[in-house]
């Protein structure tokens, strides 16, 4: 990696637009650090794909620039590309090859030397723990095997940064935290630059060191999913008493803590003025008034809270795949009362 | 069972079938197209073989092969509603018709009566080209209503056949299967020339292939000089008779399958 | 060629011929479909050869140039319907994130086809002698016979090629399959145009190059070394060859726009 090259992501008003239909993106400003995790989080048809396959030289751009490892997309596709690896939505692969045959092909096709591929090949392979099933035809692999084949295959030729177009939609929890580990891995401890794409909150929160958050082909946020998260609001307690009587002496006692919020029908909640740390002194102040508590619960702000504050709407309601609903209720602290 | 339920399900089937042929060309110009294009290349290509010594058919040789195309599009539209049917179970409408149809019979006839449909739009097109390329038709009204009779039989005996594999297969990769052993019975007889002029291995089938029989009592009713009647007719509801059993056990099957 | 634009090549080529073995439903038909109908067309067409002027006595050898002319249909079909998965899965973006030319993925994928040609006109060319047909043009005519359908296929298969690649979809390339079927029986593949009597059809057939590639083929087997129908038939087939493949290539660009 040079100084001239470094492995970032710089766009400037980019844009595409296609013959029908509005503006796919519509003038987005990028910016990713060498080595960084960059979450690219949006519902389904925000433009994310589409800024993908402008950034990894698949689709010329309508207007601006965008520099991948230092190159410009437009005008040195081929040096792009070599410096990227890309895993696309919808693992694509052949069902009638081997998986063992797709890493042939692939490191073929990146010029490998014919004795470094099969080493290649073993490596990769063992990597995403498809040893055992190499040579069994990709048809028959279940999709988590598939997603994990099509990382192998985007890391045949080192790439310094890797494009991930939802690596995870449709896979089980298992499966998607085995691929969050190796992307977290590849990111730690290989240095490689990852530009993933999501409409998982989770998954943004959980492996991106930042976030940008995509609607309408404009991005309405960007940066750490905590400092996102900070800069929309506090976190919100909800207590449920055992009695139902006691509800106006639990609302008397968390009005000192901060402002009311929605809850349920049977609980109370407010917005912490202090934080999560106040907690513990909302659950002490409880205490000393003798209220019985059956459920204490903080919620703590989510991407989601992030994504309904600019856009107006939850990603749950602006998307329309159904894994994403489990995924959207944010971070829910439970403790037994 | 009540009567009306059986005959709102047949003509609520039926007409789903025709509005959906009607409307989609990939099902319209297939079944339309092809039987005027054999026509044409059988009728307007091989003419010159009905000058094959001891070639006796005074009505010509587009006659000759009027009578094959007619009965090749009666079979093949019974076995373009099995593929209607196989595409209805995998994008589960049929799953619909068998929870909701109060007499699941009708479901079957209502296929068939859409398959006599298509035919018939297939045969007025049909006959219109031969008309238009000079067809000699030496039969009167009485031979006429036989051919189209028979083809009338093969069309049903056709779709009973197609709807068996369909309501077993359940997916339109049951399509070859409807389709193959069709073609193979019609093109194991006398396509091109009377059986007398066959020779060798193709004799021998012709011989006791059914087909034939259909193919000669229509040869000889456009001629106006039938035979083989009553062994045609005989052949072809005993087809139907067959096919209606082969399709009620796939309509058993679909009904029994999860 | 140089070494990786020829290991691009191979290595696509290998995995074309891979897949095409591995679906039985793609090598099954053009195999059996073909033999099927000639075996029934030479007998129940026989009585032709009785015709006056018909060129042999020998049905089966006249309708044997006809199943290498429905091999390259298929090819078309699964060239074709192969390119445009790859296309609606998104394998193309691949490949296209690759060092790959555009040259290379072209050749690979005809390079494929014709693989599975070479082993289809070798079938359909043992099967026709063995079931009795003639080849006057002896073992080096059956050597041109087989190069003839492997350059037609590589035309129909960059026809499949320039179809998928315009299209992006199977089903238009399928749909493709009736419209090939109609020239193949609109020309002189049933009888010679001399003894085809309806005019239009003869005048049909005479326009339809697809008579040309027959003739070439079936030249060898009834005549012997014809000049004039051989080169008709390589210089129609290596034409269509030209221009489809010329089509496929732009095709692609339009299709792969990477910058």
């Known amino acids: 990696m040079t100084a001239d090259h470094p492995a970032s992501i710089e766009a400037t008003g980019l844009v595409r637009e296609f013959k029908k239909g509005p503006r796919a993106v519509d003038g987005i400003d990028l910016h990713v650090a060498p080595g960084e995790i960059f979450g690219f989080l949006g519902p389904n048809g925000a433009g994310k794909s589409t800024t993908v396959h402008m950034l990894t030289t698949l689709l010329p751009p309508t207007a601006g620039t965008a520099l991948v490892a230092g190159y410009d997309v437009v005008r040195q596709g081929p040096d792009v590309r070599r410096a990227i690896g890309a895993a696309l939505q919808e693992a694509a692969l052949d069902p009638f090859l081997t998986g063992r045959e797709h890493m042939r092909l692939q490191t073929a096709l990146h010029g490998l030397p014919p004795d470094v591929r099969i080493a290649r090949t073993t490596e ?154 106040q907690l513990a002194d909302v659950v002490r102040a409880l205490d000393a008034e003798h209220i019985p508590l059956e459920h204490v619960q903080l919620h703590a702000p989510s991407l989601d809270d992030v994504f309904l504050a600019k856009t107006g709407r939850t990603l749950e309601g602006a998307g329309d795949d159904e894994e994403a609903v489990g995924q959207v209720t944010g971070e829910t602290e439970t403790v037994a009362a | 069972m009540s009567r009306a339920s059986f005959t709102s399900v047949a003509r609520a089937v039926a007409w789903r079938s025709i509005h959906s042929y009607l409307t989609n060309p990939a099902f319209l110009i297939p079944s339309m197209i092809f039987p005027l294009f054999f026509f044409m290349a059988f009728a307007g290509g091989l003419s010159s073989i009905s000058q094959v010594p001891n070639f006796d058919f005074p009505t010509g040789y587009t006659a000759f092969q009027f009578v094959f195309v007619l009965l090749q599009s009666a079979a093949f539209g019974g076995v373009f509603t099995g593929f209607g049917i196989a595409v209805d179970f995998e994008n589960g409408f049929s799953r619909r018709l068998l929870l909701a149809a109060p007499n699941r019979g009708g479901i079957v006839v209502g296929y068939a009566i859409a398959a006599l449909v298509r035919a018939l739009v297939t045969w007025v097109m049909l006959v219109v080209v031969a008309l238009i390329s000079g067809m000699n038709i030496d039969g009167n009204g009485i031979d006429l209503f036989g051919l189209f009779g028979l083809a009338l039989i093969v069309n049903v005996a056709a779709t009973l056949w197609a709807a068996g594999v369909a309501m077993r297969i359940r997916s339109i990769q049951g399509g070859p299967l409807m389709q193959i052993p069709v073609f193979l019975v019609l093109f194991l007889s006398p396509v091109y020339v009377p059986l007398k002029l066959l020779t060798g291995w193709i004799h021998g089938v012709a011989s006791v292939n059914p087909a034939t029989a259909l193919l000669e009592a229509g040869r000889g009713f456009i001629a106006g000089d039938p035979a083989v009647v009553v062994v045609a007719f005989a052949a072809a509801l005993g087809l139907v008779a067959l096919f209606a059993l082969w399709a009620r056990g796939g309509l058993r099957r679909a009904e029994a399958s999860p | ?159 499949g090629l320039f179809a998928a690649l315009r299209t992006g979809s199977g089903e238009a390339v399928q749909g493709l399959f009736p419209l090939f079927f109609v020239t193949l029986f609109l020309s002189s593949g049933s009888l010679p145009r001399n003894l085809i009597h309806t005019d239009w059809f003869r005048e049909v057939a005479t326009y339809n190059p697809v008579s040309y590639l027959i003739e070439g083929i079936r030249s060898l087997l009834v005549d012997g070394w014809n000049a004039q129908a051989l080169e008709l038939g390589f210089g129609i087939a290596a034409a269509i060859a030209v221009i489809a493949m010329l089509a496929a290539s732009s095709a692609l660009k339009t299709r792969m726009v990477r910058t």
């Open chain 1, 124 to 277: 990769l392979l063992e990597r995403v723990g498809l040893e055992d099933a190499a040579d069994r035809k990709v048809g028959s692999y279940s999709g988590g095997m598939k997603r994990r084949l099509d990382l192998a295959l985007a890391l045949v030729h080192s790439p310094r940064i890797l494009f991930l177009d939802e690596p995870t939609t449709g896979l089980d929890i298992q499966s998607r935290t085995a691929l969050w580990d190796e992307v977290s891995r590849l990111a730690r401890e290989d240095g490689v630059t990852v530009f993933l794409t999501t409409q998982y909150l989770e998954e943004a929160d959980v492996l991106a060191d930042r976030v940008g958050i995509i609607d309408h082909g404009r991005i309405v946020a960007e940066g750490t999913p905590a400092a996102l998260k900070g800069e929309i609001g506090r976190p919100t307690v909800e207590i449920v008493p055992c009695a139902a009587t006691d509800r106006e002496a639990v609302a008397d006692v968390l009005g000192r803590f901060g402002e009311r919020a929605g809850a349920s029908p049977k609980g109370v909640a407010v917005r912490l003025a202090g934080g999560e740390g």
């Open chain 3, 1 to 159: 060629m140089s070494s990786a634009l020829g290991t691009q090549v191979g290595h696509l080529a290998r995995r074309s011929v891979v897949r095409t073995f591995r679906q039985p439903a793609q090598v099954v038909p053009a195999l059996i479909f073909p033999l099927f109908l000639l075996a029934v067309n030479s007998s129940g067409l026989s009585r032709a050869t009785k015709l006056p002027g018909f060129p042999t006595s020998s049905y089966l050898t006249f309708a044997l140039a006809v199943p290498f002319m429905q091999g390259a249909l298929f090819s078309v079909m699964n060239a074709g319907t192969d390119l445009a998965r790859d296309i609606e899965t998104g394998f193309l973006n691949r490949l296209a994130l690759t060092p790959l030319r555009g040259g290379a993925l072209l050749a690979g994928l005809l390079a494929g086809t014709v693989v599975v040609a070479l082993v289809q006109s070798a079938v359909y060319l043992l099967v026709g002698l063995a079931a009795g047909a003639n080849l006057a043009s002896g073992v080096g005519g059956a050597l041109a016979i087989v190069a003839l359908s492997l350059l037609i296929t590589l035309g129909f298969g960059a026809i």
